[in-house]
Every structure is written in structure tokens, then in C-alpha cells.
């Protein structure tokens, strides 16, 4: 299979593989061109379009998809073309949002488990209570994600 580093030559472009796990552990992106203006990040589901991705727990860690999306926020003014939606102009500034968005959700969840939540449906029903139910299901994914990472952050493993 594909990996971090490796290079795809087609039709006379190249692409680079950049491995972005988190959405899910085999998620990759794909750098094409190397100058600003030219150049863009396939980013399939690490990076949508419109809204903001799911961390499909138990297979995508939040851990690994904040280093992702740091790693993206790197390649800075490159053209983002996602998996869905609209591109989009400016890889950092996306992917700064995206991390931006997570940090928000992350103290949506710690209050509410400070609020006495204590199961991931809790959190669910109270951090997406503004969210059409027919989500609910994806944001039990991303939250399952998010308890781990706090408890993985916790334990200091």
C-alpha cells in the first residue's frame, strides 16, 4: 500500500503522499505540485469542504488527527481539494480552524462531565444539543474519540 513519503507519477503530475490518520488510522493525503499558486493537498475526509470532519473511534484517534492537521496547518497557502465540498484556499488557515474547532469541542466535553455526564450519549445530548439528532450517531464516533484522548491525556501515556 501507499506511505508517508511516496511519490505517485501520472498523466505528468506527481503526487506526495502524506499520511493524516485520525478521520481513521489509513487516512492519507495527497500533495500535488510544489509552488504556491500551483500547488494543492488532497485531503479526502481529514479535511471537508463544508462543516468539519468525524474521528471515527475506535479505528481514528484524535490524537493522531491534531498531529494531522498540524502537519496540514504546515503546508500553509496550498489549495485544499477535499474528499467533499468546495476547495477551499489556504491549507494553514483551514487546518488552524479545523485545530481551532477541536480545542472548543474538547472543553464542550470536559464541562460537560464536569456537569455530571457520564456516559458518551450524555455528551453527546449536551455538547451537540444545537445538532440535527440525524448526526448523533457520527458525534458519538468523534466523542468516544474525545473521552479517550482525555483519559489517554490524563494518564499521561
Known amino acids: 500500500g501507499l506511505g508517508e ?8 503530475l506527481e503526487l506526495r503522499v502524506l499520511a493524516t490518520p485520525g478521520h481513521t488510522a489509513d487516512s492519507l493525503s495527497f500533495v500535488l505540485g510544489g509552488e504556491v499558486g500551483d500547488a494543492a ?6 479535511i ?3 462543516g468539519t470532519s468525524v474521528v471515527a473511534h475506535p479505528d481514528g ?22 474528499g467533499h465540498g468546495p476547495e477551499l ?3 494553514g488557515l483551514v487546518a488552524e480552524h ?12 470536559r464541562e460537560a462531565l ?4 457520564s456516559t458518551p450519549e450524555q455528551v453527546v ?20 474519540a474525545q473521552l479517550a484522548y482525555l483519559t489517554h491525556q490524563r494518564s499521561g501515556t
Not at 5 to 12: K, N, P, S, T, Y
Not at 114 to 117: H, I, R, S, W
Request: overall charge negative.
Open 48 to 50: 471537508l469542504g463544508r
Open 61 to 82: 484517534l484524535l490524537g493522531d488527527y491534531l498531529d494531522s492537521l498540524r502537519r496540514l496547518r504546515e503546508l500553509g497557502e496550498l489549495t485544499v481539494l477535499p
Open 98 to 109: 479545523y485545530l481551532r474547532h477541536r480545542e472548543a469541542r474538547l472543553e464542550q466535553v
Open 5 to 12: 513519503g511516496d511519490v505517485i507519477a501520472a498523466a505528468g
Open 114 to 117: 464536569t456537569a455530571g455526564a
Open 125 to 144: 445530548a449536551s455538547v451537540y444539543a444545537d445538532v440535527d439528532r440525524s448526526l448523533w450517531p457520527a458525534a458519538l464516533l468523534s466523542v468516544r
Open 89 to 91: 484556499p489556504n491549507a
Open 41 to 46: 493537498v488532497l485531503t479526502g475526509d481529514t
